[in-house]
């Protein structure tokens, strides 16, 4: 389990297709202190399991399904990840519930940029629209975010700047995919409300 507060940003080394996987690895720096064989790494909010590291980076192995399903098949050297380690138990649970498990990928749709702010509009298919509430919480490339505005075909997030300079958000350029991952718990009161 993660919160969507991302650690830090990481830079891909490569994405090495191997048969019915592909191996990711990534430059870190925070994560990588503490992080052991098999732990769990969000890595642009998918949950990802360290298979190999060394002096300053980590490695995953990637199944195909997962390339599929999120933004991590795109990956080319250079590019810039958002990191973030599990949840510890004993630790503080700031963001919200993240699992790691990408719902969709949805675009960027517009950046709407002033002076201190930055607001993202990103496109929003109907199999998801009904877990987005304004005010709601919703994890886009790992990072937890509040809903802004959510109409059709489309839903909006504000980015402090201290989100747009330590998560790769800041520089994303309209057309650009994204992972999207819903909050959990409304998943849960449709299930329970459904019954």
């Known amino acids: 389990m993660f919160t969507g507060i991302v650690e830090e940003t990481g830079t891909v080394r490569r994405l090495e297709e191997r048969p019915n996987l592909a191996v990711l690895s990534v430059e870190a720096g925070k994560v990588f202190v503490d ?19 060394d002096g300053s980076g980590l490695t995953f192995d990637v199944m195909w399904e997962t390339l599929r399903a999120t933004t991590l098949g795109k990956l080319k050297a250079g590019d810039r990840v958002n990191l973030e380690r599990a949840v510890r138990a004993d630790g503080r649970l700031d963001g919200h519930i993240v ?24 496109s929003l ?3 998801i629209a009904r877990y987005l509430a304004p005010k709601g919480s919703v ?29 790769n958000l800041g520089a ?18 449709e299930r329970q409300m459904a019954k």
């Open 35 to 53: 992080t052991e064989l098999g732990a769990s790494i969000a890595v642009d909010g998918v949950c990802l399991t360290v298979t190999g590291h």
């Open 125 to 127: 298919d109907n199999s």
């Open 139 to 167: 994890t886009v490339n790992g990072v937890s975010l509040t809903v802004g505005e959510v109409s059709v075909g489309e839903f909006s997030v504000y980015i402090i700047p201290a989100t747009e300079k330590h998560t």
């Open 99 to 122: 699992s790691g498990h990408v719902d969709r990928i949805e675009t960027l749709k517009e950046r709407v940029t002033r002076e201190n702010y930055l607001e993202l509009r990103f």
């Open 172 to 189: 994303l350029p309209e057309g650009h995919p994204v992972n999207i991952e819903v909050d959990i718990l409304a998943r849960y009161i």
